[in-house]
C-alpha cells in the first residue's frame, strides 16, 4: 500500500485541484500565479511592467525596463477552497543595479487542507498536510536600447510527512519594449522531472511562452493596459489568458481578465477581478478568481513598496 500511497500523492494530490490533465506532470503549484496584479488580470502580464517585484515567478527580464529602483511585494492567497485549499503566503523583489542590469529574489510557502492515510486494510492511519515550498531568484539584462533577455532559477518541493518530491526549473525569457508596447518570449518552468516510488518519472509543467503588453492613455490621468499571454506546454496542451488593466492617475486600479485552459494545461479555466490602490511608494491589490468550480473563490491580497 505504500507505493500506492507515494504514486497518488504525486499524480493526484499534487495537483492541488489544478486541471485533471495536470495529473500527467509533478508539482503543478509551480504554475499558481502567486502576483495580486497580475492574478487580477487572469494571470496575463510576463510581458507587462505593471508589477516587477513578482520577477523571479515568471519574467525577469521586465526589470531594468521597470520604474523605480526597489519594488518588493507581500502577499496572501487562499488558493481553491471549494477544492483542495491550499493556503499561500508568498514574497518577491527586484533591484535595478544601474539602468541595464536587476535582480530578482521569490518565496513561496503553502499549506494544503487535510487528507486522510490508510493501510491495506482501510483503516486510517492519521492525517497529511501537504506543504508546498518555492525559493529562487533570476536576473535581467538590458541591451541595445529597446531589448532584454532575463533567467530565472527555482527550487520547488511539496512534502507529505515523511513523503518529499523536489525538482529545479528555470524560465528564459528574451523582451522587446519600445515606448508602451512590450513583446516577449521564453520558457517558463523547464527543469528536472521528479520521479515516483514505482520509477516512473514525471515532468514538470513546462511550457513554451508568448507574451505582448500595450498601455493605452485614453484620457488625461487615465490609462488602459492590454496584456495577452499564451503558453503552450511541452507536455502538451495550450493555455492563454488575456487581461485589462485601468488606471486613474497611477492611484486606483480596476481590472479583469480571462484564463483559457485547454485539455492538457495545468490549470482549468476561470475569470478574474482585481483593484489595486497606490499612494506614494506603498500599494494594496486584490484578486479574486472565479467563474469555474474548482478553483473559484481563490483570493489573493498583497502589500507592495516601490521607490
Same mark, same amino acid.
Given at each position: ?96 543595479? +544601474?539602468?541595464? @542590469? *536587476? $535582480?530578482?529574489? =521569490?518565496?513561496?510557502? #503553502?499549506? !494544503? &487542507? ?21 525559493? +529562487?531568484?533570476? @536576473? *535581467? $539584462?538590458?541591451? =541595445?536600447?529597446?531589448? #532584454?533577455? !532575463? &533567467? ?29 508596447? =512590450?513583446?516577449?518570449? #521564453? ?121
Amino acid at each position: 500500500m505504500r507505493k500506492n500511497v507515494k504514486t497518488y500523492i504525486l499524480v493526484a494530490v499534487l495537483a492541488l485541484s489544478c486541471h485533471a490533465a495536470a495529473a500527467q506532470t509533478a508539482l503543478p503549484f509551480i504554475r499558481i500565479d502567486r502576483n495580486p496584479v497580475s492574478s487580477g488580470m487572469a494571470a496575463a502580464g510576463k510581458a507587462s511592467l505593471s508589477s516587477p517585484a513578482w520577477a523571479a515567478f515568471g519574467n525577469s527580464a521586465v526589470i531594468p525596463f521597470a520604474p523605480g529602483k526597489v519594488n518588493a511585494g507581500l502577499s496572501y492567497e487562499s488558493w481553491a477552497p471549494a477544492g483542495a485549499k491550499t493556503s499561500n503566503i508568498d514574497a518577491g523583489v527586484s533591484f535595478k543595479a +544601474g539602468e541595464k @542590469f *536587476g $535582480l530578482s529574489l =521569490g518565496f513561496a510557502s #503553502g499549506t !494544503g &487542507a487535510a487528507f486522510t492515510r490508510t493501510d491495506d486494510a482501510g483503516n486510517i492511519t492519521g492525517e497529511v498536510s501537504p506543504k508546498d515550498l518555492i525559493v +529562487g531568484g533570476g @536576473f *535581467g $539584462l538590458k541591451f =541595445g536600447g529597446n531589448f #532584454g533577455a !532575463g &533567467a530565472n532559477v527555482r527550487f520547488a518541493s511539496q512534502s507529505f510527512d515523511a513523503d518529499k518530491y523536489s525538482a529545479v526549473c528555470a524560465d528564459v525569457f528574451v523582451l522587446y519594449r519600445k515606448d508602451a508596447l =512590450g513583446v516577449s518570449a #521564453g520558457v517558463s518552468s523547464l527543469g528536472t522531472s521528479v520521479k515516483g516510488s514505482s520509477g516512473e518519472a514525471y515532468p514538470l509543467p513546462a511550457s513554451a511562452t508568448v507574451a505582448a503588453d500595450y498601455t493605452a492613455a485614453i484620457a488625461p490621468g487615465n490609462e488602459l493596459e492590454a496584456a495577452l499571454d499564451i503558453d503552450y506546454f511541452l507536455a502538451g496542451g495550450l493555455a492563454a489568458a488575456l487581461g485589462l488593466q485601468y488606471s486613474y492617475n497611477d492611484m486606483v486600479f480596476v481590472r479583469a481578465g480571462y484564463h483559457y485552459g485547454g485539455e492538457g494545461s495545468v490549470l482549468p479555466s476561470y475569470a478574474s477581478l482585481g483593484a489595486g490602490f497606490k499612494y506614494k511608494f506603498a500599494r494594496l491589490d486584490v484578486a479574486w478568481l472565479t467563474a469555474n468550480e474548482v478553483i473559484g473563490n481563490t483570493l489573493c491580497v498583497g502589500l507592495g513598496l516601490s521607490f
